[in-house]
Every structure is written in C-alpha cells, then in structure tokens.
C-alpha cells in the first residue's frame, strides 16, 4: 500500500468474470426471470434498470460467480470500457447475470462503501487508474482485467467519511433522477395528445366533443392512401419549413479541445434534450463565430439527428449562448405561416417520422438522412386554427420539460464540481 492509498486487493470479497459469449445463446432469452446486463445498464454511477433481457432462474444457476447482487460493482473490461456502475440496495431485482465483457465486485462494505467507490472512479483520477491497462490493439480491452483491477490503489478515507460524501453524491443523483421520471411522463403526455390529435383524428371539434368519433367529416386522401379530416392538406414536410441547415465539420475548420464552448454532436443529444457536460467537446470564440454563420441557431428551431440514431429531436426555447452544432445535426425552422415550432416539433419526435427515416436512410458505414429526403416526408397539414389550439395545449408541457432539464443541468455541474474536490479533500461534509 503506498502512502494514503489502498489497494483495491484488501477491500475485495470476490471478484469474477462474466459467462462465456457461447454460454449465453439467443435461444436462452425469455419474456422475464433473471436479467442479464449489458453496456446501456452502466451508462450512470447506479445501474440502469430500463432495458433487459432475460434468463430463467435455473439457467441463470449454472453462471454463479457471474451473478451480480445487491452493492455489487459491475465494470465493463472489453467494449466502452470505462463504465462502472454499483447495484443499489434498492434495485428491482435481487440478481443480475453479467455479461461476458463485464466483471462484478464484491467489496468488504464494512470497509468500503459501494456507492463511494463507484463516484472515485467517475473522476478523472479514477478513471486514469482503471483505464491505465487498456489494450490499444483490436476491439478496446482491459489487460488481465480482474488481475490489474486488484493491484489499482486508491484513496480511501474512513466508512463514515465515504457515507457522508456518497449521501450528499446520492442526493443530487436522485433528484436528477426524479427530475428525469417527471419529465419522462411529461413527455408521454404530450405525445398521447398529439397522436389523439393528428393520428387518431380527435381534436376537439367546434362543439368540443372528439372529431372522429363524433362524425366528423372524413375525406380519403388518394396521395396517403387515407381517410383525412375535411379541410387538412396532404403536402411534403419541405411545404411547411423556412429552411435546414447544419453545423460544420471540425476537421476542416476548427481544432476541437480548446475554449469553453460547447460543440454539440449526436452523443450530446437525447429525445427533448441537450446535454452539455464534462464529456462534450469543446471549441474556441473563434470556432464558435464560424459555426453560426453556418447554423445561426434561433429559437423555435429543432434540432434533428442526421445519422444513426436518426430522429432524434430537441426544440430549442432559449437562444444558445455559448454552443452549437455540427454537421451529424439539422436544424429544422418551421414556416410559422403554416406550423407552429411547437407542432412541428411533436411531428418530428413522432413513430411516423421514425419509420419514414429508418426507411430511407442510408450509409455504408453509418446509416443517415439527407436533407432533400427529409423534405420529400408526405405531411398531413392540419387547419391552422387546429394547430394553434394544438399549440396552446402543448406550450405548458413543452416549457415545463425545458425548465426541468434546465435544473437537471444545474445540479449536474454541480455534481461533477463536487464530485473530484469532496474525494481529493478540497470540500468537506460535517
């Protein structure tokens, strides 16, 4: 042990591999039982219980020490290494089958505390330390994964120490997680309302009663091969837009790495949100002047994911002031004679878009849309007094999700502030 740190080899219980790739065949999945873990599960300090396959409980038996229980740490040694992510004593199952690029720990928590550990290895330092084996040839790999795991030292201040400093980690996560569930329902409320509105066709009529269940008046549409509501239009998305433009290529204009803007790619863009954190890329002022002669992002553009995953969207309500885009990304402004930003952002997020993109996308190496086939995506026009009472119905929502991100950024850089100065002993907890 070298001075003021700890060997992990002292503090580990056990520690062990996932099952082999052939021990784990298609065929072995079931609609529900044991879940088995991959790399989405450890995108976040805690794991990630949102998505999972699954074994029967007598299949899962036969991995054993591949079983990741309750204050287990789960790291993944081959693929995006560098994740790292602890099972949390309320996790909704009591084990986990780990996957074959992954391994589980079990530490001494009377030593350790599981969720402290996780955060030291989120920091810069920490992952200096897990990534200082990593293998620069091939598919990216930890060498002799658990043997160097055990030899990696670490500071390690008293139990009671680490409870305070993860409790006040913890608190910030679950607020951001909180945050993250209210807007999840936020956005499923908006989406009902516009499927209720624009796919099943009962917005309200003149009389405030549902539109097609009421009998209202439906045409067939001999271009979308569909019954419409009397006075909609059919059109080409292109109909209804003032324009869409990109962000610019990195490689031919500007170096990335330097200054204190953020430059947005596809990594930094989830449905209905930007993110804008320590794993963004960084531009100069200059570089910054150069993109918005390209972009020149307004409010009320969308932007709009270009390659793989195509599609997804995020409506901007804030002018940006110290970001932008590059050219995986469009940005999409509405004709506000014909759509709303609001409208036409809910269109965009919707499964129609989606299967038209998935269809016409193209690529050798990543599948992607052009600009000119965006536009050629056949459009329903609603009335415009449909779409503004529309509007006014999904404002409200629309603004809440953006002040909830907008808190979620916050507390975010405060988190990731936090997180390096309460392990090196800058910050303290009482």
Not at 118 to 139: D, I, M, S
Not at 357 to 363: E, H, I, L, R
Request: charged content about 25%; proline content about 4%.
């Amino acid at each position: 042990m070298s001075k003021g740190l700890t060997k992990i080899s002292e503090i580990i219980l056990e520690i062990s591999m996932g099952p082999f790739g052939s021990d784990i065949k298609v065929d072995n999945f079931v609609e529900s039982g044991v879940p088995v873990l991959n790399g989405a599960n450890l995108q976040k300090f805690k794991l990630l219980e949102n998505e999972f396959r699954y074994v029967t409980a007598d299949k899962a038996k036969t991995f054993r020490k591949a079983i990741a229980k309750r204050g287990d740490i789960i790291v993944t040694h081959r693929g995006t290494i560098g994740q790292i992510s602890y099972v949390p004593e309320d996790s909704k199952f009591e084990e986990y089958v780990i996957s074959q690029s992954q391994f589980r720990v079990a530490l001494d928590k009377k030593i350790v505390d599981p969720a402290f550990f996780v955060y030291y290895f989120h920091t810069n330092e920490g992952q200096k330390r897990l990534l200082a084996n990593k293998c620069h040839v091939g598919v990216p790999a930890l060498a002799q994964a658990t043997t160097n795991f055990r030899l990696i030292e670490i500071p390690l201040p008293n139990i009671q120490t680490q409870h305070k400093i993860a409790s006040v980690l913890s608190a910030l996560d679950s607020k951001i997680e909180l945050n993250n569930c209210i807007n999840t329902e936020l956005e499923a409320m908006a989406k009902t309302l516009y499927d209720y509105w624009f796919v099943q066709f009962d917005f309200p009529d003149e009389n405030g009663k549902p539109y097609k269940t009421s009998g209202g008046k439906m045409v067939w549409n001999e271009e979308m091969k569909m019954e419409i509501p009397e006075g909609f239009l059919n059109c080409k998305l292109g109909d209804v837009l003032a324009r869409t433009g990109t962000g610019l290529n990195p490689r031919e204009n500007f170096v990335l790495g330097e200054g204190n803007n953020y430059y947005v790619t596809i990594k930094n863009i989830e449905q209905g949100r930007v993110i804008l954190d320590n794993k963004c890329d960084k531009i100069t002022d200059t570089s910054l002047e150069i993109i918005n002669k390209r972009s020149d992002l307004k409010i009320g553009d969308i932007l709009f994911t270009s390659i793989e995953p195509v599609g997804i969207t995020y409506l901007i309500l804030e002018k940006p002031k110290n970001w932008n885009i590059n050219e995986s990304v469009f940005t999409i402004r509405p004709n506000y004679e014909k759509v709303t930003s609001e409208f036409l952002y809910m269109f965009l997020s919707g499964d129609y878009i989606k299967s038209y993109t998935k269809n016409v996308s193209a690529g050798s190496i990543h599948k992607g849309i052009r600009h000119s086939l965006l536009k050629d995506c056949k459009f329903i026009l609603p009335e415009r007094n449909i779409v503004d009472a529309f509007t006014m119905k999904i404002q409200p929502i629309l603004n809440y999700v953006d002040i909830i991100q907008k808190e979620n950024q916050k507390l975010t850089e405060l988190r990731d502030w936090l997180l390096p100065m309460l392990m090196n002993g800058q910050v303290t907890v009482n």
